[in-house]
Nanobody, 124 residues
């Protein structure tokens, strides 16, 4: 059974950094496209960053240059390094996957496996 478990969320001041991790079981990272999404209260879930099985990546414009997505296929772990965090980055962050390796658009409908989320709060 495929399972995604996120960790690493927390509270941070503006300008700070956090590193999110997603442990994937039952998923072979080398054959899955994986991504990070986020959802703030009262807002729709939005794509943050994705990574294909061949390592190609895509990012939301709002996080380009600040966030970096990476994966360790040997450890079946997906990571999101978040730097220069802003108030608007506050949200529940979700790990997602789809059982095909090609890079997929950053919309929830393109992914069918989801974690439970980890909260990121940026506040002063």
């Amino acid at each position: 059974q495929v399972q995604l478990v996120e960790s690493g969320g927390g509270s941070v001041q503006p300008g700070g950094s956090l590193r999110l991790s997603c442990a994937a079981s039952g998923v072979t990272g080398s054959s899955y496209c994986m991504a990070w999404f986020r959802q703030a209260p009262g807002k729709a879930r939005e794509g943050v960053a994705g990574i294909a099985s061949d390592g190609r990546t895509n990012y939301a414009d709002s996080v380009k240059g600040r966030f970096t997505i990476s994966k360790d296929n040997a450890k079946n772990t997906l990571t999101l390094q978040m730097n220069s965090l802003e108030f608007d980055d506050t949200a529940m962050y979700y790990c997602a996957a789809f059982g095909s390796g090609g890079l997929r658009p950053l919309y929830p409908v393109w992914y069918n496996i989801w974690g439970q989320g980890t909260q990121v709060t940026v506040s002063s």
